[in-house]
């Protein structure tokens, strides 16, 4: 039986997000706003992977200084980000877990006045790096962590 | 320009000239009688409150300035929809500084980032209130001459009362402070508190639930309310409410010296006839209450006398 793979050629400028966990790319898809963006996207979802036995990739052709990726630090600090220019790996870059995250995770506090107040932003600040605990700008409610995956 | 959203928002430093500048004007009222003179106090008031809105605005005019305001959420803006960043920029049109109180968490915040004038928040929600904080401080130094070195009881509903919390992250930054927590098991001060705030910053503390076994070793009570609006069934806050009652009796089992406050309103733990004793201070605190914020009225007009 011939086995089938699936084949997705290379991108000249951009970036490819490797060891995403499987099944989590359309969340970074949502939490990059690509849906906003006029780019080529390919989605590879529970690629093999000898490292965590399925896993997701994602290839964004657009300039690189076009978006940024600090946000999937919060997201997932496992990710692997390969920066891509004429074909060729130039840079594997390092994630930092960003100070502030501005209207990507929303506040379930009921009390706070993020759900009530209009064109408010949520903000989420990082109070303890050690802990990668952010809590809401506003009321501090401590983020629940639900949709992160952590070091 | 400064506001007050957090009693952690001045520096040990900078509180130390707050309580001073406080103590100054108990001293001689009369120095600062016309201090404000053609300034304007706006009190916005989302929600009510006797002795906050009070003490602010008394404060404002014994500096010899001006009060506006409104009193409940039905009769402001907020009724027609409109958000607490329009309202402040309206009301920076007409007043010299605000005091807000706002049932939301974090809305003072939201009032400071769009405020021309300075905000003092009055209370948002749950979280902070910083000038009670700031009054119970003056009420401390004012009559033990010291904030450091004191062993304080901290007594009642610790798990929901903020002024218990930010009371204890005001009095951490002082050396050799050490607190009992005297609670029932369902009002225990919350863990994230405990382990952020007293096990980080080393203080000594010890929970109990007999207020008998804490009262002879302290040098400070700190009774609260069991607040109603806290708990989701009847049942538990009948249960819960009459927990502690300080009365003549268990007086007697503390210290001469031991002061005992309370941010009030009272409703059963504390007796009227502990009202009499000279350790009673929580009516003093009240006055105290109108000095600080005063004094804090002036300090973020940069008002200098």
């Known amino acids: 039986m011939v086995e089938n793979t699936l084949t997705v050629g290379s991108i000249s400028e951009g970036f490819v997000l490797d060891h995403i966990q499987a099944g989590k790319s359309m969340d970074i898809y949502k939490y990059l706003n690509l849906d906003k963006l006029d780019c080529c996207v390919a989605i590879i979802k529970n690629a093999k992977s000898n490292k965590m036995g399925k896993k997701d990739i994602m290839k964004i052709e657009c300039p690189i200084d076009f978006m940024d990726l600090d946000v999937l630090a919060f997201i997932d600090h496992n990710i692997t980000i390969n920066i891509i220019k004429d ?65 | 320009m400064r506001h007050l959203m957090s009693p952690l928002d001045f520096t040990v430093e900078e509180l130390d000239r707050l309580l001073d500048l406080a103590g100054d004007i108990e001293a001689c009222p009369e120095k600062y009688a016309h201090a404000c003179a053609g300034k304007k106090l706006a009190t916005l008031f989302y929600e009510p409150s006797t002795r906050t809105r009070l003490s602010h605005e008394a404060a404002m005019l014994n500096l010899g300035g001006s009060i506006l305001g409104f009193s409940s959420a039905e009769s402001s803006s907020a009724t027609k929809g409109e958000s607490v960043a329009d309202t402040i920029r309206m009301i920076s049109c007409y007043a010299d500084i605000c005091a807000m109180r706002h049932p ?202």
């Open chain 2, 104 to 305: 939301k968490e974090g809305s003072a915040l939201v009032a400071c980032e769009h405020s021309s004038i300075p905000v003092i928040n009055a209370g948002d929600g749950g979280h902070q209130h910083p000038t009670q904080t700031l009054t119970d401080l003056l009420t401390i130094r004012s009559l033990k001459g010291r904030l450091d070195h004191m062993k304080i009881g901290l007594c009642g509903d610790l798990k929901f009362g903020r002024t218990v919390h930010s009371l204890i992250h005001a009095l951490v930054r002082y050396p050799e402070i050490e607190f009992v927590l005297i609670s029932p098991e369902e009002l225990k001060l919350p863990s994230y508190i405990r382990r952020d705030v007293l096990d980080k910053n080393k203080i000594p503390y010890e929970e109990v639930v007999r207020l008998e076994d804490a009262l002879p070793n302290l040098d400070l009570l700190y009774m609260t309310r069991v607040q109603k609006e806290r708990f989701f069934n009847e049942e538990d806050y009948v249960r819960m409410k009459d927990f502690y009652i300080l009365d003549s009796k268990k007086m007697e089992l503390a210290g001469p010296d031991m002061l005992v406050l309370h941010p009030l309103p009272r409703v059963n733990e504390i007796s009227v006839e502990v009202d009499k004793d000279p350790r009673a201070a929580y009516f003093k605190q009240v006055q105290y209450g109108v000095y600080v914020r005063m004094a804090l009225i002036l300090t973020l007009l940069e008002i200098e006398v």
């Open chain 1, 87 to 151: 074909q060729k790996i130039v840079e594997k870059r390092e994630l930092h877990l960003p100070k502030q995250i501005k209207n990507i995770i929303r506040c379930k506090n009921p009390r706070c006045i993020t759900s009530i107040e209009q064109g408010l932003d949520h903000m989420f600040i990082l109070t303890d790096p050690e802990t990668e605990t952010y809590r809401c700008k506003y009321c501090e409610e401590k983020y629940d962590g639900r949709h992160r995956r952590k070091k």
